[in-house]
């Protein structure tokens, strides 16, 4: 349906009624005079361009000056409106405003309808270009990036005069996208893919979510045209399906949020087309062999709700190892804050679920446009110091590479690696793309080629030239690795490399060149930190002990063990305090809550469920058992949870609420069993189910549940096996004895702050 001014004025007043209507009608009605008789290539009457950006901006909550500029911002161009004769009417601000915008006018697709004898002159000057480029390949790219450079001139030079010029822009190129079908098919294709390198990421770096995804998926459907079919068909086809699922889950999230007297919104978020593509081609999966395509966004009234509502996410659903990330304790650079987390859903499969406030929210769907609204309700101390000092900052670096780079075909490489943080795009001397963090240097994009070329690394050109190992990347820069055979990693390499996998290759180096020297030195360091803490000289001579210790943390042997501790792989507070509690359970029985053993270390010993009435129950986000490192959580009127040490809502708790957290030494009962779980990834095979029950048969583990996924392309399976234990030593010994099946490829424990998954490599 189409907006109208009245459907507009209903938008904004819902949000800001202290917006000056006056103004914005009659913004409207001075557009709608200028562009009259005028048409859009799709037909309609011209001014509905306008008046749909500004439906646009009204639906990120922007300003009153940032909606009247929208009516206004083609009359300038296409109307012979003066920036005086604006000024004049609508004061400086929204003439300013809508100057800014006009100049983001870009040759590549802002182009009118000619006239006939400008239309001979465009295609006499594009047949004259075309032979120019066919004499001389290179002119084209150097005229592409010549543009390219012009263009992100024009957008700096906006933001930083004032950012909400782009914000316009982006509603503007929102509307374009949509109707883009007005335009030849090679000039649709042009405009999407400078949409999708250009005004997506920019809306990224902003923060506004919902245009970057729909910028995204618009592209994509011109990009790639038959892909995007594609995808839409499948996901169309599994509609119905997706949305039981979510209506389910928000169902049980919803009655188990009520029972804990806990107030949120429950939303279905939606998968984007090109999202789930990137997946499948990155990946190299197939559409069936996408499992998360279902997510939830809970919103609540506080932070502290939030890590509740975490707690009570993970209390109904089993938590996915390796997948939460907390960005409220540790926000975006372009101030986006929520929980994030993914869980085995309730038909088994992944459920992504996002936990934000509603200020969260606001500034997650909005980015930099919700700061306006705030400040034009007078409520500037809710937009706070820190984004203004973020924007003013933005705006002095923009100033500072235009005066740096003034006519400089750098310009476009030094903008964009520093505007685009996120990650760097590097070329191959064949023209690959490799991408990379931000930062990377020579030596990263080395590894990510190959292990090998990595080792042997001499010496590095970046265009041609020779350059440190240590220089880091700007977007496009073409790379190129000198090797020689005698060269090899240098240990000063680990200063300044940025990706975690040559990282590992670098100490895997030096990790065995110098095993002997790291066994010496790791056996006395454990000896004198041993000694510090008060563990005994008899368990460092306990080898079957160490050795149990050692193949816990996946080492062969317990020279392998020194070995680590020597190079810094294995920290000695971890080996130090499993030493510890081995000798503990030998000097100490069990007792009940409520009495201190002697020797503890000032831990509180229990036996499972509690006495003198104190419920004690194991959390089920971290799924601890005994033997685990156990922290106790006393709730308001739940009694004592159990947590696993790493367990995410440890670390929120320590720094809000420490005086309710106590250290648990927690010994088991006779007979006593616990739910727990594993995740098996191998190779698939005939024949693998029965080998795994088996192994539990032998060991006398009686099975819960058996969950299965094939990879059919990668012919690799998945399984999720939920067993009862007794310990955290029975549930490491069915590991080590899983480790003997062919084809194994990892193992993990289920339960928020679970070890890094075991490896055959590193475990017999």
């Excluded at 004898?117 to 000057?125: H, L, T």
């Excluded at 670390?651 to 030494?665: A, G, M, T, Y």
Aim: glycine share 6%; with cysteine; net charge neutral.
């Amino acid at each position: 349906m189409a907006a109208t001014i009245d459907s507009i004025v209903t938008k904004v007043r819902r949000y800001n009624p202290q917006a000056d209507i006056d103004l914005l009608r009659h913004a409207h009605a001075y557009a709608t005079e200028k562009h009259a008789g005028q048409t859009r290539r799709t037909g309609e009457p011209y001014i509905q361009h306008p008046i749909e950006v500004v439906d646009i901006l009204a639906g990120l909550e922007m300003d009153t000056p940032s909606l009247a500029a929208g009516f206004l911002h083609d009359v300038v161009e296409d109307c012979g409106v003066s920036r005086d004769q604006l000024a004049a009417v609508f004061g400086d601000e929204i003439a300013d405003l809508v100057e800014g915008v006009t100049k983001l006018k870009l040759a590549d697709f802002e182009r009118r309808d000619p006239g006939a004898a400008q239309a001979a002159a465009a295609e006499r000057e594009a047949a004259e270009r075309e032979a120019a480029e066919k004499a001389d390949p290179r002119r084209k790219k150097r005229l592409e990036t010549r543009n390219s450079a012009d263009n992100l001139r024009k957008i700096l030079l906006a933001m930083a005069r004032d950012v909400r010029v782009m914000v316009i822009k982006l509603g503007d190129r929102l509307h374009n996208m949509r109707t883009l079908n007005g335009l030849p098919e090679e000039r649709r294709k042009k405009v999407a893919a400078e949409t999708m390198q250009i005004f997506a990421p920019l809306a990224h770096r902003l923060g506004i979510w919902q245009v970057k995804w729909l910028l995204e998926d618009l592209a994509f459907k011109y990009m790639y045209p038959e892909e995007y079919q594609d995808v839409t068909e499948k996901v169309s086809r599994t509609r119905r399906e997706r949305e039981k699922d979510i209506k389910d889950a928000i169902f049980r999230l919803k009655g188990a949020f009520e029972k804990a007297g806990l107030d949120a919104e429950i939303q279905g978020r939606p998968k984007h087309l090109w999202s789930i593509y990137n997946k499948m081609r990155k990946q190299e999966l197939d559409f069936n062999d996408i499992y998360d395509l279902i997510a939830l966004r809970v919103i609540t009234n506080s932070v502290g709700d939030c890590y509740e509502a975490l707690g009570i996410v993970h209390d109904l659903w089993l938590p996915i190892p390796g997948k939460f990330d907390d960005y409220i304790a540790k926000r975006k650079s372009n101030l986006y804050q929520s929980l994030h987390t993914k869980v085995y859903g309730p038909r088994g499969e992944p459920l992504e679920v996002q936990i934000r406030t509603w200020e969260m929210h606001r500034v997650a769907e909005f980015g930099v446009a919700a700061h306006w609204a705030y400040k034009e309700n007078g409520e500037a101390a809710k937009a706070g110091a820190d984004f203004d000092r973020k924007m003013a900052f933005l705006r002095q670096q923009l100033f500072d590479w235009q005066q740096d780079n003034q006519g400089s075909t750098e310009f476009i490489r030094s903008v964009v690696s520093d505007l685009f943080t996120d990650q760097v795009f590097v070329f191959t001397p064949k023209g690959d793309v490799i991408d990379l963090p931000a930062g990377a240097t020579p030596v990263d994009f080395a590894f990510r080629i190959h292990t090998e070329l990595g080792e042997h690394t001499a010496a590095a050109k970046v265009n041609g030239k020779i350059v440190p190992l240590s220089y880091q990347f700007r977007n496009g820069d073409i790379a190129s690795i000198v090797t020689r055979p005698s060269a090899n990693p240098s240990l000063d390499w680990l200063s300044f490399v940025k990706t975690s996998h040559a990282r590992s290759k670098i100490k895997s180096h030096f990790r065995k060149l110098r095993y002997a020297e790291n066994l010496v030195r790791g056996r006395e360091m454990l000896a004198e930190e041993a000694s510090r803490v008060g563990v005994s000289p008899d368990a460092l001579r306990d080898h079957k002990r160490l050795l149990e210790i050692a193949r816990a943390l996946n080492k062969e042997t317990v020279e392998d063990l020194y070995a680590a501790i020597g190079f810094g792989d294995t920290a000695l507070g971890v080996v130090t305090n499993r030493l510890r509690a081995s000798a503990h359970e030998q000097d100490e029985g069990e007792i009940k809550i409520g009495r201190r053993a002697p020797g503890s270390s000032g831990k509180l010993s229990i036996a499972p469920g509690g006495v003198d009435d104190v419920a004690i129950s194991r959390a089920r986000c971290c799924l601890p058992l005994p033997g685990d490192s156990v922290v106790g959580y006393v709730s308001r009127g739940k009694g004592m949870q159990l947590h696993r040490e790493g367990c995410p809502n440890m670390v929120n708790w320590r720094e809000r609420e420490p005086e309710r957290l106590v250290d648990i030494d927690w010994q088991a009962g006779d007979g006593a069993r616990f739910e727990t779980g594993i995740v098996i990834e191998t190779l698939d095979r005939v024949g693998l189910l029965r080998d795994v029950t088996e192994t539990f048969s032998e060991n006398r583990t009686n099975i819960l549940g058996i969950h299965t996924r094939s990879n059919r392309q990668a012919h690799t399976a998945v399984l999720r096996i939920d067993f009862e234990s007794s310990c955290v030593e029975h549930v490491e010994t069915l590991i080590r004895k899983l480790h003997a099946l062919d084809d194994l490829l990892a193992i993990y424990r289920l339960g928020v702050g679970a070890e890094e998954p075991t490896h055959p490599s590193r475990t017999p």
